[in-house]
């Protein structure tokens, strides 16, 4: 029964990565329409065949062979040893192909987080290249750490930090891997043009496609009441009858992340903002990944609450203090919002094995190895792709489009889409 209701779960993951897709076309200029869909979709190929081919071989699954040493005589699991193309995974009805089909989709729904921030200047060749990065190599290191018997999972047992580092439905794994990748893009990419002028003023360049980005919200929840309940039964040994308290907190920290955002940007703003408060949804689900079958109903609308009212208040620091230009808010929704969920896993927990600030001890563990070590990882794969392969398009495209200068032709041929020429340069 629990390996009928998690392969329906895993069947229901592609629906989160379609409304962040939508969400990122529309909230991008509409020359670039056409070139964020397409590039959506290449990157789920890339990081599907090459997960597949390279990536697995360091993700593994919790028991299978891996290089282990010996620290302080405490066992650590570093890394995985899974053969190419997941030879040796047993398609026979245990937990390990399951295993590997939720990695399978979840990698594409961390690869495509980055395809916001590019919006409008990140080519498509080295999109592919960057992708099959996180693919091989960034994506499935943490993952193994985290979900499949890694040294930050090993943290209750070799330490009595809790129950180890806490994450069931991917707020670090998914959610920071993909928001730091986007972080990481984004300086190297820098601002789109007419966004900020020589004094350093921030130009608004609104999204051209709101109703789309609403209806990515939506169709992101069912996604992510699968992606939770999954992830739960598959790391965490629950059983279907969790799924009921797992829809619930999911559900209840959207809605409070989202009326925080309506909350803020009332009250900054004089009116609720639409894009922000798609955000704050987003936000919301991101942060409930980390524990939402492990925490109360009440403990998830304060989860959900800081997380939308959090969101707001990076996506302003990110832009105008920082200058770092993403249009979707991909870096302050996956980034920022998943680091809360993560901390708010150590502290709010209800787990009877979980032990308070052992706990949150083992959250602070594993986000240090996500800011110590992934960034920099991450960051300077990209730095070095960059080198070999120039990620940023030409001016030429900066002032047709992506949807000209990569596919020949725009979204919408019938329409002016160059409303912004007398942007700042």
């Not at 010996?70 to 040796?88: D, M, Q």
């Not at 992101?220 to 309940?229: D, E, P, Q, R, V």
């Not at 959207?254 to 955000?279: E, H, Q, W």
């Not at 960059?386 to 200068?405: A, C, H, I, L």
Request: aromatic share 10%; with cysteine; glycine share 12%.
């Amino acid at each position: 029964m629990s390996f009928v209701f998690c392969l329906l779960c895993i069947l229901l993951l592609p629906l989160a990565t379609a409304g962040l897709a939508l969400m990122h076309q529309g909230l991008g200029r509409s020359r670039s329409a056409a070139h964020t869909m397409v590039a959506s979709l290449c990157v789920l190929a890339v990081a599907s065949i090459v997960f597949i081919s390279f990536g697995f071989c360091t993700a593994g699954v919790n028991g299978g062979p891996a290089h282990t040493f010996l620290i302080a005589g405490n066992p650590w699991n570093l890394i995985a040893a899974e053969r190419p193309f997941a030879h040796g995974i047993p398609f026979d009805g245990t937990p390990s192909a399951l295993v590997l089909c939720f990695q399978f989709f979840t990698v594409g729904l961390a690869a495509i987080i980055p395809v916001s921030t590019g919006s409008d200047r990140w080519r498509l060749g080295p999109m592919c290249l960057s992708t099959a990065l996180l693919a091989a190599i960034t994506f499935p290191l943490f993952t193994h750490w985290a979900w499949c018997g890694g040294w930050l999972s090993q943290l209750g047992v070799n330490f009595g930090l809790g129950a180890g580092f806490l994450d069931a439905g991917g707020s670090s794994t998914i959610q920071v891997i993909g928001g730091l990748t986007a972080l990481s893009l984004a300086w190297i990419l820098g601002g789109r043009r007419g966004k900020y002028s020589d004094d350093g003023f921030a130009a608004a360049i609104p999204g051209h496609n709101i109703v789309l980005v609403l209806f990515g919200c939506l169709l992101a929840l069912i996604g992510w009441i699968a992606l939770n309940s999954a992830g739960t039964m598959l790391f965490y040994a629950a059983t279907p009858a969790l799924i009921p308290k797992i829809l619930l907190n999911t559900v209840l920290s959207a809605s409070a992340s989202c009326l925080a955002a309506v909350f803020v940007t009332r009250m900054r703003y004089g009116k609720p903002d639409a894009s922000l408060i798609a955000n704050g949804w987003i936000a919301g689900l991101v942060a409930s990944s980390a524990s939402s079958a492990f925490v109360s109903l009440g403990s998830s609308l304060f989860i959900g609450f800081v997380a939308g009212a959090g969101v707001m208040y990076l996506v302003e620091f990110l832009e105008l203090k920082l200058h770092i230009d993403d249009p979707g808010g991909a870096i302050s929704v996956h980034a920022g919002a998943g680091l809360w969920g993560v901390s708010a896993a150590g502290v709010f927990s209800t787990l009877p094995t979980l032990s308070g600030r052992g706990q949150l001890l083992a959250q602070i563990i594993g986000i240090a190895a996500l800011l110590g070590f992934m960034l920099p990882l991450i960051h300077g794969l990209n730095l070095l792709l960059n080198v070999f392969v120039k990620q940023r398009v030409d001016s030429d495209g900066d002032r047709q489009g992506m949807d000209v200068r990569e596919l020949g032709a725009g979204a919408y041929p019938e329409f002016v889409v160059h409303g912004d020429e007398f942007l700042p340069r």
